[in-house]
């Protein structure tokens, strides 16, 4: 491109423009927070974040800036989950009826299982979520999926509510919500069982968005060679909303 040397020696010597300046020092942030989140953050998740920070920006801003300077999320990929044969007894309703909102601690949770792929083999995690604080309150991993898995899950978060508290617990209809041995912890610690309807998963939503940012910003980032070494990074992050 011909640039005249008048117009050239301009250019290098005009200083950027107040605006101009700003949008540099804020991209500078977009991008510290994009490499922290390991490049997993969208601009919604960015924007929370520098407003946590106390930086005054909006939104389509830090959409605008991140199109302008080709900074996009890396999400997961999709995945089945693990198929265990059905029996058709101990099917209960969906009395959550996606109400996602709890007044209490303890007063609902919602509980889901996923699995981590390593070289070693099928790593597999259940969790318990408190819908009033959206923290883990009880959560298991093991090689097998399996009725123990869930058990071992369940087991950490009743140690975590009052023995006569009430409280409501959501799954899906897989057979190992539906197993004897699990069932028995609902009636001897006032649990009341919840489940989703077949084929609705969003009736269980706030768990499988759970397992969604966990596998975007840890699971898929890299390639487990034992799990073990997958069990230690999962337990290194916090597990919590």
Partial sequence: MKVSKSGYYYWKTTPQSLRCRQNDKILFKILQSFKQSRRTYGSPRIYHDLKAQGIKVGLNKVARLMSQN???????????????????????????????????????????????????????????IDLYSRRVVGWSMNQNNNTKLIIDALSMAIKNKPKQQKVLLHSDQGSTYRAYEYLKLFKANNITQSMSRKGECHDNAVAESFFNTLKTELINQKIYQTRKQASSAIFERPLHK
């Fill in 70 to 128: 080709n900074i996009y999320a890396h999400f997961s990929i999709c995945h089945k989950k693990a198929k265990i044969p059905r029996n058709n007894v101990n099917f209960t309703n969906n009395i959550l009826n996606r109400e996602f909102s709890a007044a209490t601690p303890n007063s609902k949770w919602v509980s889901d299982t996923t699995f981590v792929h390593t070289k070693q083999g099928w790593l597999y995690l259940a969790t318990v």
